[in-house]
């Protein structure tokens, strides 16, 4: 059983950072499928914000929608962390980690294609 488990959330002053991660059991590190971080503000859909996949031993393409975003996977710790930085009152939404059970070149940006969810971390981003 996959589980995947947020942390790192809060309040924030807009123009500040925030670094959520997410640590992963039941599941590889070395996983050929991808993993992503989605947020859901209120109101509005769930979005794609960057996502990650080990396609070598040592090498992995990453995705993100924002270069304010950066994703990271670490092999070590079986994590995955989001490096938010510039963040405005736009970014306020409960962020959720995500892991596929598809192997994958690169990672998704279809929420369909994932699997397993956390349970989400808010972001509160203050102005």
């Known amino acids: 059983q996959v589980k995947l488990v947020e942390s790192g959330g809060g309040l924030v002053q807009s123009g500040g950072s925030l670094r959520l991660s997410c640590a992963a059991s039941g599941r590889s590190s070395s996983n050929r499928s991808p993993m992503a971080w989605f947020r859901q503000a209120p109101g509005k859909e769930r979005e794609f914000v960057a996502g990650?996949?080990?396609?070598?031993?040592?090498?992995s393409e990453t995705d993100s929608v924002d270069s304010r975003f950066t994703i990271s996977l670490d092999n070590a710790k079986n994590t995955v962390d989001l490096q938010m930085n510039s963040l405005n009152a736009g970014d306020t939404a409960v962020y959720y980690c995500?892991?596929?059970?598809?192997?994958?070149?690169?990672?998704?940006?279809?929420?369909?294609?994932?699997?397993?969810w956390g349970q989400g971390t808010q972001v509160t981003v203050s102005s």
């Open positions: 990650g996949v080990w396609t070598g031993d040592y090498e």
């Open positions: 995500a892991a596929s059970s598809y192997v994958m070149a690169g990672p998704s940006r279809e929420a369909l294609e994932y699997h397993y």
